[in-house]
């Protein structure tokens, strides 16, 4: 039996619009507008900006970026305080990153609770739930921390491929191919852990919620569906990506015709949140309803009306 993509999105916008609209209750959008800011605490979904300045080939500065390793290195033997001082810098924003995890992690099942029950709470959620956030705080904790390691390792190999091909005598199709299988790598390593990133938050956290378990125990259960339906899973994650580029679209519309007031606005934190709530809500609900085509056994959310997904056999 097919499945559907535009139906657990139709849903889930309308369980939004009953949660939010159906009456409008500001204090309710507020706390679960709370509730999905902790959620997004660590996730990394903000844009960044940055001065573009023209950049004018020289093959002095790629010189001194291929030296830069020396140029540390005797720049730190230099300056010993400074260089500690980075380090207790860097350690602090390990354990302050560490911390906004943790948070986070707890806020994902408080999300999910209100989400799946239509419901405002803050204190329950965050108290019921303590034993299933730690899990998934451990998980995101090493997978996240894997993951900067494994970028970093690729910048290092890159680094030095790069640096052989720019001194070696090399042909244009020899650098062709390094540069490609670089460019390779890279799409592999992102999509890995895009998918995995996606796959915990979207299925295997209401897995956890639902039955009460360890993250361990239901990257089990869901890799077991994972393995049926691989491709309506690769399908999904494809459909929300294509989503969140149109939703992109429109909020860089927003901001156009607001003369960038929207986007001060939403770059406040939980302020943006608060206003992009039925955005994130919607998204939640969706991949709530589509979870549930699978059965009961993966169906977390409180009964709405009388709508019913067909379950797959």
Not at 82 to 90: D, P, Q
Not at 144 to 159: D, I, K, N, Q, T
Not at 198 to 215: A, T
Request: proline content about 4%.
């Amino acid at each position: 039996m097919n499945i559907s993509y535009s139906r657990p999105l139709s849903l889930g916008f309308q369980r939004m619009k009953k949660a939010l609209f159906q009456p409008f209750d500001l204090n309710k959008w507020l706390r679960i507008g709370f509730t999905a800011w902790l959620a997004g605490l660590a996730d990394c979904e903000g844009g960044s900006s940055g001065s573009h300045h023209s950049y004018k080939y020289d093959s002095n500065n790629l010189d001194e970026l291929f030296n830069f390793p020396q140029t540390a290195g005797d720049w730190i033997s230099t300056h010993p305080l400074w260089a500690n001082l980075i380090l207790v810098g860097i350690l602090l924003l390990i354990v302050l990153i560490s911390v906004f995890i943790w948070v986070s992690s707890r806020g994902k099942f408080m999300f999910l609770h209100n989400v799946a029950q239509n419901k405002s709470d803050v204190s329950y959620p965050w108290h019921e739930y303590r034993n299933e956030g730690n899990s998934l705080f451990l998980f995101e904790f090493f997978f996240g921390w894997l993951s900067v390691g494994l970028f970093g390792f690729f910048l290092f190999y890159c680094f030095t491929s790069a640096k052989e091909l720019y001194y070696g005598d090399y042909t244009n199709p020899a650098i062709f191919m390094a540069v490609g299988q670089m460019v390779l790598l890279l799409i592999a390593y992102l999509l890995t852990i895009g998918f995995t990133a996606l796959f915990l938050k979207d299925f295997v956290v209401p897995i956890m919620y639902k039955n009460r378990i360890g993250v361990l125990q239901a990257w089990g259960k869901f890799l077991a569906l994972f393995g049926q339906r691989f491709f309506a899973f690769i399908g999904y994650g494809l459909f929300i990506f294509i989503l969140s580029f149109g939703v992109g679209i429109a909020v860089i519309f927003l901001a156009l015709i607001t003369c960038c007031i929207a986007l001060f606005l939403l770059a406040i934190p939980y302020i943006g949140t608060v206003i992009l709530l039925p955005v994130s809500y919607t998204y939640r609900a969706l991949s709530l309803e589509f979870l549930a085509q699978f059965g009961p056994d993966f169906n977390v959310l409180a009964p709405d009306e009388d709508e019913v997904l067909p379950i797959i056999e």
